[in-house]
Nanobody, 121 residues
Framework: QVQLVESGGGLVQAGGSLRLSCAVSGRTFGNYAMGWFRQAPGKVREFVAEISRSTSNTYYADSVKGRFTISRDNAKNSVFLQMNSLKPEDTAVYYC??????????????WGQGTQVTVSS
């Protein structure tokens, strides 16, 4: 019923920027959180950023705080992740996620297909 379509990944050099997009279609929840996770090769999937659709409260992992900004466009039912000052450690597959809960859990209800972000040194 719910589909998340991601775009914006790519290859950038350290210090560069990328903006990831996630368009959500299908059934709309009364109140759910959305956000981003990432998974690097050989690493566990980790939380990156979160935003509430209804309140626009945002939350960030310490590793990206001050560099990444999550935002939303309710008219287009889309969520974005602006990534600035990228570091090689940011290299990972980035997954958009949606959760029926007010906050994004470690096991969200819906996932995007993932988009590769590679930061060269």
């Amino acid at each position: 019923q719910v589909q998340l379509v991601e775009s914006g990944g790519g290859l950038v050099q350290a210090g560069g920027s990328l903006r990831l997009s996630c368009a959500v279609s299908g059934r709309t929840f009364g109140n759910y959180a959305m956000g981003w996770f990432r998974q690097a090769p050989g690493k566990v999937r980790e939380f990156v950023a979160e935003i509430s659709r209804s309140t626009s409260n945002t939350y960030y992992a310490d590793s990206v705080k001050g560099r990444f900004t999550i935002s939303r466009d309710n008219a287009k039912n889309s969520v974005f992740l602006q990534m600035n000052s990228l570091k090689p450690e940011d290299t990972a597959v980035y997954y958009c996620a949606a959760d029926r809960s007010p906050r994004l859990s470690s096991t969200p209800d819906y996932w995007g297909q993932g988009t590769q972000v590679t930061v060269s040194s």
